[in-house]
């Protein structure tokens, strides 16, 4: 994805409201202290147009707009279905009456700090409406409001919300191992990350793939991030080895992916 690409959130809503920037802004400092300051720019009756940041340094425009019917139905019943972590997404998020569309787009050249913007204005929007959900459109995942905003609340440079921003998508082989694919990745600013075959417990496998991919997403602004290579071998903590290779992924030819062996 391009810097100039939009981010993009929904807020489904069990009630029609436009939240004020004031609202929004006085939620936005109250989670987060550190965040850029929030200004107006145009507003209409339909939605808000406004300015994450200050003059002279690195700006974010955005708009969040309430939308007169619920998400499509078709386009998130795959992700309730898959949200395992919300066992009554789907009953809510069928439910929900209107929504509110979030686009963002930042100005900055580090694709960590436009996704902790995304998600620090996500969250102080569900704050100042009646939101019955959340989607996630990097990843394409569906979230509860109050869960977001918890995990959210703990998110800095050095403990990103991956839980939130990448989906981690197990499956099972006809031979019985396993393969897991992520979505999200590429949003961050990496290839999406695959292993074609794994044999052992499922949680093994996503633990190791989320530490692989903190660790390559979570360095400072300006210190560098690692860069896996085609043929290097990483050291898992319990002595075991996962190799990589950069290859077309299983999913879609088109995209490179890191693909990683484990040994």
């Known amino acids: 994805m391009s810097t100039s690409t939009p981010r993009v959130s929904l807020v489904a809503l ?16 109250e989670r987060f202290p550190d ?13 808000v147009t406004f300015r994450l940041g200050v003059a002279g340094g690195p700006q974010a425009t955005g708009n969040y707009t309430l939308v007169d019917k619920p998400i499509p139905w078709e386009q998130i019943e795959g992700p309730c279905t898959l949200a395992w972590y919300w066992p009554d997404a789907a009953d809510v998020m ?30 102080a929007i569900a704050a100042t ?10 990843n394409v995942t569906v979230h509860n409001p109050v869960d977001f905003a918890q995990m959210a609340a703990k998110m800095t ?10 989906d981690f998508r197990i499956s099972q082989r006809d031979d019985g191992g396993l393969m897991l694919f992520t979505t999200g990745m590429e949003s961050l600013g990496h290839r999406e990350f695959e292993v074609e075959r794994f044999s052992g417990e499922p949680t093994i496998l996503t633990n ?6 903190h660790y390559v997403l979570g360095s400072a602004p ?12 990483i050291g898992l903590p319990d002595g075991a080895q996962m190799n990589v290779e950069v290859a077309p992924s ?4 088109n995209l490179e992916v890191v693909r990683l062996k484990f040994e």
């Open 250 to 253: 299983m999913i879609d030819a």
């Open 222 to 233: 300006g210190g560098g991030r690692p860069i896996l290579k085609d043929g290097e071998a």
């Open 157 to 166: 440079r050095d403990d990103l919300p991956l839980q939130l921003w990448v």
């Open 14 to 29: 069990s009630e029609p409201l436009l939240p004020s920037i004031e609202a929004v802004a006085e939620q936005l400092i």
């Open 35 to 47: 965040a850029p300051p929030l200004a107006l720019t145009s507003e209409s009756g339909s939605g």
């Open 129 to 138: 409406t009646p939101s019955a959900g959340l989607v996630w459109a990097p």
């Open 208 to 213: 190791a793939v989320y530490n692989i991919a």
């Open 94 to 123: 069928r439910h929900h009456g209107q929504h509110l569309f979030l686009t963002l787009v930042d100005e900055s050249k580090d694709p960590i700090e436009r996704m902790i913007h995304l998600t620090q204005l996500t969250v």
